[in-house]
């Protein structure tokens, strides 16, 4: 009896212990994050309002819109900076459409959406820019296009959207383009001579190569180019779920010589840890077609419905995070969530832009201490953008100036 009795009331201290350890593990992250807030590497916002009829000026962020981001949430999510990716799709279409134009019109999108709320968001294209929108309490806003395609294989096209405001350029995204394989092809082996030269001009200028959806050959050859840090902008470690979006430890290993930054995603597809085994039926299910073909995603949805991934929790996401920590450092991983509007797609829990704290809740209860945890949330792309403007700097002066400088 007396055991007994001990057991329960173990049992009770235990049970309102935990619940009061949780809430003492989020109310140190919703600390943590008003004090030093994130700066979120990829939002799909600009598309989701292209794709709902582009009325920039009905869709207020203030209220309730369709999909995972307002104002309110990004605030509730400690939200200091955000890259806002000005994707555009690399499809026939788009293509004869004009890339370049579906740009042009990509970034109008997003500028007339920061100009809309003055109040709240800060256009950046520096560290002190962003600084800057710290202090004023604003939201320091950034241009990422997604997709070299944009380029349409010319230089100055690149040093255009740069003036635009553009501060990183994926290399690819689900196509290959003319110089460089999008991940799951292998057209050029990795990157061609323009290609190199595309790398080089982007340090020139200060713009960040973002390495998400590029095979790891292209990874690879970047790192042996570049002279200033790479970003991963929404990837995670392809160790833990061996998904093609996601980084090998073999480039891992090399980012501390580079400076470079994984910004881990809550996309759901890329935190599973039971990815491996459903990717090898679905290898077999969809034969020779790959991904980025039109027939990719009808055999997708098909497959899924038929074999539903486990769900990735807060948990995955943060193993994620630890292992390119482990890999890489500490100084080389920040947090790339990539909303685009469809909560189905995303980790259990972390679904909307108010929930970065419950990722950092979890964090806390792990172990990762302040210092550590400031680098992830912000301190570690800040110091990759100043290693880049130095790096731009430099260039400039070595070889000649060109406009824009």
Do not use: C
Not at 56 to 70: F, H, I, M, R, Y
Not at 99 to 126: G, M, N, W
Not at 136 to 158: F, P, V, Y
Not at 235 to 255: C, F, G, K, Y
């Amino acid at each position: 009896m007396k055991h007994t009795l001990i057991a329960l009331l173990t049992l009770a201290v235990l049970a309102l212990a935990g619940p009061a350890h949780a809430d003492d593990a989020l109310r140190h992250a919703r600390e943590l994050l008003a004090e030093h807030p994130l700066i979120d590497g990829h939002n799909d916002l600009p598309y989701v309002i292209r794709e709902h009829g582009r009325d920039v000026e009905s869709w207020d962020l203030k209220g309730e819109v369709p999909g995972d981001t307002n104002i309110p949430k990004l605030r509730d999510g400690g939200v200091g900076g955000q890259f806002w990716s000005v994707y555009i799709p690399g499809t026939q279409e788009a293509r004869e459409q004009g890339f370049a134009r579906i740009q042009l019109e990509q970034i109008d999108i997003a500028r007339r959406v920061l100009a809309k709320y003055p109040e709240v968001f800060h256009f950046s294209t520096s560290v002190a820019d962003i600084e800057q929108a710290r202090e004023q309490g604003k939201i320091a806003s950034l241009l990422g296009m997604e997709g070299g395609h944009a380029i349409e294989n010319s230089l100055g096209a690149l040093r255009m959207f740069y003036a635009l405001g553009v501060r990183y350029m994926t290399l690819t995204h689900s196509q290959s383009n003319d110089w460089a394989d999008a991940a799951g092809q292998s057209e050029h082996n990795g990157l061609t001579d323009f290609g190199r030269e595309v790398v080089r001009e982007m340090n020139r200028l200060g713009m960040l190569v973002d390495l998400s959806h590029v095979t790891p050959k292209v990874m690879q050859d970047v790192l042996d180019v570049s002279e200033a840090p790479v970003i991963y902008s929404h990837s995670s470690a392809h160790e833990l779920t061996p998904h093609m979006r996601n980084v090998p430890d073999a480039v891992l290993q090399r980012l501390p010589d580079n400076g470079g930054v994984v910004m881990a995603s809550f996309i759901a597809l890329f935190n599973t840890p039971g990815y491996a085994e459903w990717d090898a039926g679905f290898t077999r299910f969809r034969g020779d077609v790959q991904w980025g073909e039109p027939e990719y995603d009808g055999l997708y949805e098909a497959y899924i419905e038929e074999h539903p991934l486990p769900p990735a929790t807060v948990s995955d996401v943060a193993d994620h995070i630890e292992h390119i920590a482990r890999v890489a450092g500490h100084d080389h991983v920040g947090i790339g969530s990539d909303f685009f509007g469809a909560s189905e797609w995303m980790v259990e829990g972390l679904t909307d832009a108010d929930d970065f704290p419950v990722l950092f809740a979890e964090l806390v209860r792990r172990g990762w201490s302040d210092e550590q945890l400031i680098a992830l949330s912000r301190g570690n792309i800040l110091r990759a953008m100043r290693a880049a403007e130095q790096a731009a700097g430099r260039l400039q002066q070595q070889r000649g100036h060109r406009w824009p400088p």
